[in-house]
């Protein structure tokens, strides 16, 4: 099975930026993948998908415009640029893997997702 690995958390203050990155130790070019959150005492939620076509990406109302997903498949590695942090994305945030092959939409829910990081923390400061 698939294992993800993410890195490029930490400490940054309001406003600042951040680069996540999710590594797959194999092949998930037929998959979508996307990036999800869970702060202290909350329900994990998703944050952004990205179809594995590349062509079509989804973004929870609260990051749009602030936050950018995209692959590399031939790295086997989807990224996540964060701009105008808020203290608000303080969590800690974990890759995963649609464990559907080929599908044709973006899906949400995280039971949807069949493989998952270890997570990385961001933690934002005002």
């Known amino acids: 099975q698939v294992q993800l690995v993410e890195s490029g958390g930490g400490l940054v203050q309001a406003g600042g930026s951040l680069k996540l990155s999710c590594a797959a130790s194999?092949?998930?070019?037929?998959?979508?993948m996307a990036w999800f959150r869970q702060a202290p005492g909350k329900e994990r939620e998703f944050v952004a998908g990205?179809?594995?076509?590349?062509?079509?990406?989804s973004y929870t109302d609260s990051v749009k415009g602030r936050f950018t997903i995209f692959r590399d498949n031939a790295k086997n590695t989807v990224y996540r640029q964060m701009n105008s942090l808020k203290p608000e994305d303080t969590a800690v945030y974990y890759c995963?893997?649609?464990?559907?092959?080929?599908?044709?939409?973006?899906?949400?829910?995280?039971?949807?997702?069949?493989?998952w990081g270890q997570g990385t923390q961001v933690t934002v400061s005002s």
């Open positions: 995963a893997v649609d464990r559907q092959r080929w599908r044709s939409v973006i899906v949400t829910p995280p039971s949807e997702f069949a493989t």
């Open positions: 194999g092949p998930t070019g037929r998959h979508t």
């Open positions: 990205i179809h594995w076509s590349g062509g079509s990406v």
